[in-house]
């Protein structure tokens, strides 16, 4: 048996009254880590649009509706098959 020992801590978000924890068996999480040494759980960060940087909060962008949704899916499959047709051609 080993005597070797070693310091960790458990991942925890530092979000007032937030208390998630990271699983340490999965790497797919997305946590943020500040200079300061707070850890954010997913829920608690988002990319600021000004800055276009990561930022503790949660997002306070409401998310899109359905509808929304299948019109931004529209326009984009739209312009990328121009874009495509364009590329096709001009090459």
């Given amino acids: 048996m080993s005597d070797m020992t070693f310091t ?4 925890a978000c530092d979000w ?3 208390d998630q924890t ?5 790497r797919e999480e997305d946590w943020l880590h500040t200079e300061d040494a707070h850890d954010y759980c997913p829920e608690h960060w988002h990319i600021d ?3 276009d940087e990561p930022v503790a909060g949660p997002d306070s962008t409401p998310p899109m ?3 929304q949704r299948e019109e931004f899916i529209r326009v984009l499959s739209k312009y990328q098959g121009r874009r495509t047709y364009e590329q096709g051609n001009t090459a």
């Fill in 22 to 26: 990271a699983d340490p068996k999965s």
């Fill in 16 to 18: 007032p009254e937030c």
């Fill in 49 to 51: 649009d000004d800055m």
């Fill in 65 to 67: 509706t359905a509808q």
């Fill in 8 to 11: 960790a801590h458990m991942l």
